[in-house]
């Protein structure tokens, strides 16, 4: 069974930082497709970012560019976010996705959502 298990969201002001894990079980983390999306109340899914198997190839929404980077340690089953100069409107539910079928390319995964396992979501809220 595969599980995605989001920690490090908090609050912070705005031009903080956070650090958000997604631990990883279940499957060969190293095969899979991964992303990070948030949800804000009232608004649709977001894709923030996403990055391959490998970690040699990473796509982000340009909300994030330049602030947000994403990573993974496949030998620790782990994936992050690392959230620089964090604004008000940066506050969501952070979750976390994994995939490990061939289906499309990282861009329209992150556009559509395409993401066969999520994890249960962390919170990130900025204030002013």
């Known amino acids: 069974q595969v599980q995605l298990v989001e920690s490090g969201g908090g609050s912070v002001h705005a031009g903080g930082s956070l650090r958000l894990s997604c631990a990883t079980s279940?499957?060969?983390?190293?095969?899979?497709?991964m992303g990070w999306f948030r949800q804000a109340p009232g608004k649709e899914r977001e894709g923030v970012a996403a990055i391959t198997p490998g970690g040699g190839g990473t796509v982000y929404a340009d909300s994030v560019k330049g602030r947000f980077t994403i990573s993974r340690d496949n030998a620790k089953n782990m994936l992050y976010l690392q959230m620089n100069s964090l604004k008000p409107e940066d506050t969501a539910m952070y979750y976390c996705a994994a995939d490990g079928r061939n289906l499309m390319g990282l861009e329209r995964r992150l556009r559509d959502g395409a993401f066969r396992y999520w994890g249960q979501g962390t919170q990130v809220t900025v204030s002013s």
């Open positions: 279940g499957y060969t983390v190293s095969t899979y497709s």
